[in-house]
C-alpha cells in the first residue's frame, strides 16, 4: 500500500527507535501513538493512501455562566463569569474540589449542556455550528456506557464503518482498528466481550472508540474513576503521547497522586464555580505564594492546590478569582508560550453566526447507517441470554404450562369459562413476556445511542429503523412457539383459518408489547420504567371486559373499554375460537348453558364476526407508541440541541 510519509512522521520514527529498552511496552505503545496521533490516513480519488496531518486547534470560552436547578426562591450558581483557553499539544487537567463546577465546564464545552447557559465557546478564535464543532471535538464522559454483549475488536470495528467514510476501504478501516488496539494496549483482548473487560480496558476502549477519526479535540470526565494507581498512570501516559502530537486534550482529574499530576502541562483550578488559576502547572505554586498560599517542601502539588480551592472565605482566594476571572477580558496562553488579552461580551451559549459548515454531517449515508447499526443490533441480540435466549425458552416453557393446566379446556361447552380464563393467560403471558425484557435492557441502549449520536456517528433514523427490523425476529419466534405450543395442547380447533386469526391476534400483541417495553426505556430510567408498564397495563386488564363487561359498568366508565388494547386482543381471539358460525360444542355433562358459541360470545359482548376492526385497533396502537417511541428518543436528544 503506497504511503507518502511526512517529515513529522519520520522524526517521530527515529526517535522512537533511538530509545533506550526502560520500559520496552511503554515505550512501544507511545511510538505507536505518536505516529499514528500526528496523521490519519486517508483515501484519495484514485485510490492512492496518504497521510493528512492532525489540524492543530485551540479550545477558547468567555463568560460562562450556570445556575444549578431552581431550589426555594434561588438557584445555585455552577460557574459564574469562566473564561479561558486550551492549547493544542497540551495535556490540561481541570480540578477543583467537588461542587466546583468541573463536570459541568466539560459538559458545557462539548455540547452536551446548553439550557440555561450564558457564553460562548469557540475554536481557534472561531464560533461554529454544533454539527461543525461535534466534527471536530470528542466528549467521553465519566460513565460511559458500552454495548457489553460485542468484543472490543467488534466495537472499534463498527465504529471504523460508522465514522470513516465510504471512500476508506476495508483495508485503511482495518489498519485504523489495528493501530488502536497496539495504541491503547488491548490486542489481547481484541476477541473479550465488553462485559468481561476490566475497568482500565473498558476506559482505552472508550478512548480508541473516538479516535477512528483522530480528532483535534478531546474532552474526558475523570477517565482515571475507579482504576487502580499503575491503570490510572498507564491511562494518562496514554493520554499523554497523544496530546504531545497536536492534539487538545482536557480532562476532569480527581485528587491525584504526585506520578500521575506531573503527566499534565496546565491546570484549571476551579473554587465554587470560579477560576483560580490557569495556566502551566510549574507556574501554580508561585501564583499562590503571591496571593499568600505557600506550598509546603515535598507535598503534593495537586493536594495543595485542592486545600487552597477549599479556603472559601479566604482574602487571597478573592485575590485569585480576581486575577483568573475576570468577565470583561481573560489571560490565554497561546500556542508559542506568551500571553495576550481578549475582549468578549457575554453572549448565549453559542448563539452566533455560523463561521465554518461541514460538508456532511454524517460520514456515511443514511442507508449505510441503517445497514450497520443492523447487524450490530443483530449480533447484540443473539448473544443476549436474558433478553432473547431465556425469553424464547420463556415462551416454551410456559407455553407448556398452560396447555397442561387448560388441557383440551377448549373442546368441551361445559369448560367454555376455563377455555376464556386460559387464554385471557395467554395474552397476560404474551403482554409481560415481551415488554418486561425490552424495560430493563433497552435504558442503557438508549444511553450508547444518546452518546453516539451527539459524538455524529449516525442519525436518530437510521437508529430508530435499525432497531424495528433488529426486533422483528424475535417478535415474530416468540409469540408463534407459545401459541403453537398452548393452541394444541388446550384443545383449540383445528382449523387453519382460526389458527390463523389466533395467531396473528397473539403476534400483534407481542409486538405491541415489545414497543410499550422500549417506549418505557426510552422514556424514563430503568425505575420508573418498570413502574410505567403495570400502570399502562393495570387499567387496560380491568377495562378489557373479561371481569366486568362493558354493559355491566357504570355508563361514565364505558368509554374506557374502548382505549384497553387488552379488550381488542381479546376480543379478536375470542372471535378466532368461536365466532364465524362455529359448529355447537359438544357438551359432557347433562346440559351445558353455553354449548352454543354464538350465546357465549353474545354474554362476552363480543360480534361474532369483524375481527378486522380488532385487528386495526391494536395495529393503530402500534403505529401510536412508535410515534411516541421515536418523540421520546428524540426528546432525549432535545436537551443538547
Not at 410456559?398 to 393446566?405: A, K
Not at 368441551?412 to 415488554?435: E, K, Q
Not at 393495570?538 to 378489557?544: C, D, E, Q, T, V
Given at each position: ?94 480540578l ?8 459541568s ?27 461543525a ?26 465504529a ?43 476506559k ?11 480528532p ?33 486534550i ?35 505554586v ?66 452566533t ?8 454531517k ?8 441503517f445497514?450497520?447499526?443492523l447487524?450490530?443490533?443483530?449480533r ?15 415462551h ?10 387448560f ?30 425484557p ?11 445511542f ?77 425505575q420508573?420504567a ?7 397495563s ?7 371486559g ?6 355491566e ?47 357465549y ?29 421515536y ?11
Open positions: 500500500m503506497p504511503q507518502l510519509c511526512t517529515r513529522e512522521t519520520r522524526q517521530m520514527q527515529h526517535s522512537c527507535s533511538c530509545m533506550s529498552d526502560f520500559n520496552v511496552r511503554t515505550v512501544t505503545n507511545a511510538c505507536f501513538v505518536s505516529i499514528m496521533a500526528a496523521t490519519e490516513l486517508v483515501q484519495i480519488e484514485d485510490g492512492t493512501v496518504q497521510e493528512k496531518l492532525l489540524t492543530r486547534m485551540a479550545l477558547e470560552f468567555t463568560n460562562i455562566s450556570f445556575k444549578g436547578e431552581l431550589k426555594g426562591d434561588k438557584r445555585k450558581i455552577i460557574l459564574d463569569n469562566v473564561s479561558g483557553r486550551f492549547s493544542p499539544g497540551r495535556l490540561t487537567a481541570i477543583g474540589p467537588s461542587g466546583a463546577g468541573k463536570s465546564l466539560l459538559n458545557i464545552l462539548s455540547g452536551f449542556k446548553k439550557h440555561g447557559v450564558i457564553g460562548s465557546v469557540m475554536v481557534n478564535g472561531e464560533t461554529l455550528s454544533d454539527e464543532f461535534r466534527n471536530k471535538c470528542v466528549y467521553i464522559p465519566q460513565d460511559f456506557d458500552l454495548l457489553e454483549l460485542l468484543t472490543v475488536m467488534e466495537i472499534l470495528d463498527y471504523a464503518e460508522l465514522k470513516m467514510t465510504n471512500s476508506s476501504s476495508r483495508m485503511v478501516r482495518k489498519k485504523k482498528v489495528n493501530d488502536i488496539l497496539d495504541v491503547l494496549g488491548l490486542r489481547r483482548s481484541m476477541a473479550t466481550l465488553v462485559k468481561n473487560l476490566s475497568g482500565g480496558e473498558k482505552r476502549l472508550s478512548i480508541g472508540m473516538e479516535l477512528i477519526t483522530n483535534p479535540i478531546i474532552l474526558l470526565d475523570e477517565p482515571t474513576s475507579g482504576l487502580d494507581s499503575v491503570s490510572a498512570l498507564q491511562l494518562v501516559s496514554y493520554i499523554k503521547s497523544l496530546a504531545e502530537e497536536g492534539r487538545t482536557v480532562s476532569v482529574i480527581h485528587q491525584p497522586a504526585s506520578s500521575l499530576f506531573k503527566h499534565f502541562d496546565d491546570l484549571f483550578l476551579l473554587s465554587a464555580g470560579k477560576c483560580i488559576y490557569s495556566g502551566p502547572i510549574d507556574g501554580m508561585s501564583s499562590f505564594a503571591e496571593a499568600g498560599f505557600h506550598c509546603p517542601k515535598y507535598y503534593n502539588r495537586a493536594d495543595f492546590a485542592l486545600e487552597v480551592a477549599s479556603m472559601l472565605n479566604s482574602p487571597g482566594l478573592e485575590l485569585l478569582a480576581l486575577k483568573y476571572n475576570n468577565s470583561d477580558a481573560y489571560v490565554r496562553t497561546s500556542m508559542d508560550g506568551e500571553f495576550s488579552g481578549r475582549n468578549n461580551i457575554g453572549t448565549p451559549y453559542r448563539n453566526c455560523l463561521a465554518v459548515k461541514s460538508r456532511r454524517y460520514a456515511v449515508p443514511q442507508w449505510k447507517q445497514e450497520i447499526l447487524s450490530r443490533s443483530l447484540s441480540t443473539i448473544r443476549d441470554f436474558f433478553f432473547a435466549q431465556l425469553r424464547v425458552i420463556a416454551v416453557i410456559v407455553g407448556f404450562l398452560l396447555g397442561i393446566v388441557y383440551n379446556a377448549g373442546k368441551d361447552a361445559s369448560s367454555v369459562m376455563t377455555n376464556t380464563a386460559g387464554i385471557f393467560f395467554f395474552h397476560i403471558f404474551i403482554f409481560y413476556g415481551n415488554s418486561m425490552c424495560t430493563i435492557t433497552f435504558p442503557q441502549e438508549t444511553k450508547v444518546v452518546r453516539e449520536h451527539l459524538n455524529n456517528w449516525y442519525s436518530l433514523e437510521a437508529y430508530y429503523l435499525s432497531k424495528i427490523f433488529a426486533d422483528l425476529p424475535l417478535q415474530f419466534i416468540c409469540p408463534t412457539l407459545f401459541v403453537l405450543i398452548s393452541y394444541y395442547l388446550t384443545g383449540q380447533p383445528l382449523e387453519p383459518f382460526r389458527f390463523a386469526m389466533f395467531w396473528t391476534m397473539c403476534l400483534l400483541l407481542g409486538i405491541f408489547a415489545q414497543t410499550v417495553g422500549l417506549l418505557s426505556g426510552a422514556a424514563f430510567d430503568i420508573m418498570t413502574f410505567f408498564v403495570p400502570c399502562l393495570i387499567p387496560a386488564l380491568l377495562f378489557s373479561f371481569f366486568v363487561k362493558s354493559y359498568m357504570l355508563e361514565f366508565l364505558r368509554p374506557l373499554s374502548y382505549v384497553s388494547f387488552f379488550r381488542y386482543s381479546m376480543q379478536g381471539s375470542m372471535q378466532a375460537i368461536y365466532g364465524y358460525n362455529r359448529t355447537d360444542f359438544p357438551c359432557s355433562q347433562i346440559m351445558c348453558y353455553y354449548n352454543r358459541p354464538g350465546k360470545l353474545k354474554f362476552m359482548d363480543t360480534p361474532e364476526e369483524g375481527i378486522e376492526l380488532n385487528m386495526a385497533a391494536l395495529v393503530g396502537f402500534i403505529v401510536l407508541f412508535q410515534v411516541l417511541l418523540i421520546s428518543l428524540r426528546r432525549r436528544l432535545k436537551i443538547f440541541q
